[in-house]
């Protein structure tokens, strides 16, 4: 069966320091989603695009974050400088239609 | 706007009884929606899903739910669980037409015990 791929699985890095985590989706779907999730909580939107282009990140916090899909396949989403409160599950997801969505195993970020 | 309501952060069964968690859903236009399973360090799981035709929806691991549009609820139910079960369960919704990302609930942990 095929698989949504995220890297790395766990991350640990310092406050203010860069980071950056990677998704490839399954192939031939267009739409990938990234999600965070604080634990204890639901996934929340931060970023969903079509092919290489940004549908929606209206939860995106724009002054630290970025997410790019240059080529409309793999996704890179980053953060600089990274903040105590970042710490938490980073997960991708993938559909080719509107009623399949299909999750990557995501990455923990811890930052110290 | 749509939004997931799951009613009980923590439910606690015993291994053999019914598993009851809710979900209600609030949507202007006509709802899809999923139940996902969630183990500790991993990714989510889909257990089932409601897009459109029959209400009673059944999915993997013996789990299924029935989508009640008057109660605007998505009950995800399992006649006799497993310790296996013990998780954390997401319900959430997408906006059938339009296409848009799944809003989730902020989840219920199940409990088991033997």
């Known amino acids: 069966e095929a698989e949504v791929a995220q890297s790395p699985r766990y991350k640990i890095t310092e406050k203010s320091q860069a980071v950056a985590f990677w998704c490839d989706p399954i192939?031939?779907?267009?739409?990938l989603y990234w999600y965070r999730q604080i634990l204890g909580q639901g996934p929340e939107l931060l970023v969903q695009?079509?092919?290489?282009?940004?549908?929606?990140d209206s939860q995106l916090p724009k002054d630290r974050f970025s997410a790019e899909r240059l080529k409309g396949v793999d996704s890179t989403l980053k953060i600089q400088p990274a903040e105590l409160g970042d710490s938490a599950m980073y997960l991708c997801?993938?559909?080719?239609?509107?009623?399949?969505?299909?999750f990557g195993s995501g990455t923990r970020l811890t930052v110290v | 706007a749509q939004s997931v309501t799951q009613l009980g952060s923590h439910v606690s069964v015993s291994e053999g009884a019914l598993v009851l968690l809710r979900c209600n859903y609030s949507s202007s236009v006509p709802p899809y929606l999923f139940w996902y399973v969630q183990y500790p360090n991993q990714g989510l799981q889909l257990l089932l899903k409601y897009t459109t035709g029959a209400t009673l929806v059944k999915g993997i691991n013996g789990f299924e739910a029935e989508f009640k549009k008057s109660e605007t609820s998505f009950h995800l139910t399992k006649p006799s669980a497993h310790m296996s079960d013990a998780a954390e369960y997401f319900c959430a919704v997408s906006d059938a037409a339009a296409g848009t990302a799944l809003i989730f609930g902020k989840g219920t942990t199940l409990s088991v015990s033997s």
């Open positions: 997801a993938s559909s080719r239609n509107r009623d399949g969505y299909t």
């Open positions: 192939s031939g779907h267009a739409t």
């Open positions: 695009f079509q092919d290489e282009s940004v549908v929606d």
